[in-house]
C-alpha cells in the first residue's frame, strides 16, 4: 500500500489538494498558517455545544408537552422511532460518539495525514463534518434519531479527528521557535467553537421555529453552510513549510540542561506503540482530561446544588427548598458559571501552552498535576465554607489548565519524538481523550447518584468525586515525573527519514521551491490582518456573549 504513495507518473502533475501544491513558497508569512487552523477548529469546536439542541428536539413531536415514549421502548426501538419525543440521554450519546470517533479517526488516519497533507484531511474534514450535519438535518425532519447518530456522530466524529489534528504538524514547522503557542493558537479554537456555535444556533433555531417546528433541521443545515464556507477557506489557506525551513535569524538551540527534553531525532508513528515514553505521555493526557471533563459536563448542577439558596443571598435553604422562580435564577447563574468556565477553559490553552515555551513542557505539567491537587482538595472545603469567590476560582484555574493540557501536548510529543510525524503520533495519543471522554463522566455521574441513594445531602455529595480525582492527578504527577528522553534506538535511521520524507512528498518539492530564493515577494501585512480579522471577529463576539452571562454570576 506504501508503495503506491510514491509512484510518479511521468509528466504528471500533483493534484490541487495535493502536498506537493502547498509547499510555501519564499516570501509566505507564517502568519497566515494559525487563522487557517483556527477557521477549522472554531467550526469542529461546535461539539462542545451540541446540548443546545437538546430541550428543542426533546419536544419535536409534542410541542410545549413533551410526548414521552412508553417507558418499556428499548433503545433500538428509539432510534427509529417516529411517534413519540426523544429523551435527552438518548441524545446525550452524541457527545460518547464525537470524541470516541475523533480519537480513533484521529489514530487510524493520522499517518495519511502526514503524507496527504493539511490541506487534503481540512477538505476531508469539511466534508465530513459538514455532511454530518446535513444528513443530522434530514434525520431531523424526518425523526430519525438513528441518523443523527450516523451523521453527525460518526461521519461528523470523523471528521472532528481529522480537522483536529490537521494542522498539528504544519504549525510545529512553522514555528519551531514556538511550538506551545503555535499549537496552543489553533486548538485554542477548537475550545471556543461552542461559545460561537450555540449563541448563533440558538439564534437560528429562534429565527427559523414555527408552532409545529422547533427549528432545528433548518438550523442544521444553514451551520452547515456557514461551516463549510470557514473549513474550505482554513483548508485551502493551509501550506507547509520546505524541508530544512527556519525562521529568519533562528537557530536550534544547543542541547543543554533547559532543554534536554528536546530532541534531535524523529520516531515513526508505526513504532511509537513500543515506545515507553508514549504510554507515559498518554497516561498523562488522559489522567489530566479524565479529571477536567469529568467536571465541566457536570459544572452547572453542581454549582447549584453545592451552594443552593446561597446564590440568592438565601443561604438556609438547601436546594431541595427552592421554589420554581429561585430555582430559575439559580439556574441562570449557573449558566454565568458555565460561560466563565468556558472562557477559562480557551484562554487556558493559549496561556499554558505558550509558557510552556519558557518552562518547558515537562514542568508544564507537573504545575498541573501539583496545582491541580491542590485545588481539587480544596474544592469540598471552600464549599462547606460558603467562600462562593474561592470556588469559583478554584474551578476556573483547573479549566485553564484542562484546556492547557489539550494545547501543551502536541509539543510536548514533538519534543520527545521528533517532529517528522508527529501530526501522527498526537493522532494516536487522542485515544487517551476518548478514554477519558468515557470514563470521566461516568465516574462523576456514578458516584453522585450513589451518594444521593445513601442520603448524603445533596450539598456534599461531590466531596468524594473531588478527592478521587486529585487522587488521579497524583497518578498523572508519577507518570510525568518517569517520562526521560527517548532512547536512540527508537529513532528512524538517516535512510528511514530520507524514505519518509520522499513518501511525504518533502524532498523534490523542497528542491523546487528554494530553487526560486531570489524572489523578493513578502505577504502583504493587509493580507494577514484580514485572514486573522476574519477568525478573531466572530471569536469575539462569542467572547462577549459568554461574558455577558458570566456577570449574572457577579451580580
Known sequence: ????????????????????????????????????????HLCIGMAYGFSVFWLPLSKAVGGAQPLACPPDMSLVAELFTTSCDWKISTMGWMYTLFFVLLGCSAALWGGWLERAGPRKAGVVSALCWCGGLVISAFGVYLHQMWMLWLGSGVIGGIGLGLGYISP???????????????????????????????PLADLLMRHFATPTSPGVWQTFLTMALVYFIFMMSGALG????????????????????????????????????????????????????????GILGMASPLLQEVFGGGLINKPELGFGQLDKAQLASIAAIAAGFTGLLSLFNIGGRFFW??????????????????????LYAAIPWTAHMGALALFVAAFCVILSMYGGGFATVPAYLADLFGTQMVGAIHGRLLTAWSAAGIFGPVLVNYIREYQLS????RAQVYDITMYILAGMLVLGFLCNLAIRPVNPKYFMTDEELAREKALAHERAAAAETHGVGASTFRTPAALVLFAWACVGIPLAWGIWITLQKAVVLFH
Not at 487563522?35 to 477549522?40: G, V, W, Y
Not at 527534553?261 to 493526557?285: A, D, E, N, S
Not at 501552552?353 to 491542590?374: E, H, N, P, Q, W
Request: hydrophobic share 50%; proline share 8%; net charge positive.
Open 454 to 457: 445513601i442520603g448524603v445531602p
Open 353 to 374: 501552552a505558550s509558557l510552556s515555551d519558557k518552562l518547558g513542557r515537562k514542568m508544564t505539567y507537573l504545575i498541573f498535576f501539583v496545582l491541580g491537587f491542590v
Open 238 to 293: 493551509y501550506r507547509v513549510p520546505p524541508t530544512g525551513w527556519k525562521p529568519e535569524g533562528w537557530t536550534a538551540p544547543a542541547k543543554h540542561a533547559n532543554n534536554a527534553m528536546i530532541t534531535k531525532g524523529h520516531v515513526h508513528v508505526k513504532r511509537v506503540w513500543g515506545v515507553p515514553q508514549f504510554w507515559l505521555v498518554w497516561l498523562v493526557l488522559c489522567l489530566n482530561v479524565t479529571a477536567g471533563i
Open 1 to 40: 500500500m506504501e508503495s503506491t504513495a510514491t509512484l510518479d507518473l511521468p509528466g504528471a502533475k500533483p493534484g490541487f489538494l495535493d502536498k506537493e501544491r502547498t509547499i510555501a513558497g519564499p516570501g509566505f508569512s507564517r502568519w497566515l498558517v494559525p487563522p487557517a487552523a483556527l477557521a477549522i
Open 168 to 198: 498539528v504538524s504544519t504549525l510545529i514547522k512553522w514555528f519551531p521557535d514556538r511550538r506551545g503557542m503555535a499549537t496552543g493558537m489553533a486548538i485554542m479554537g477548537f475550545g471556543g467553537g461552542a461559545m460561537i456555535g450555540a
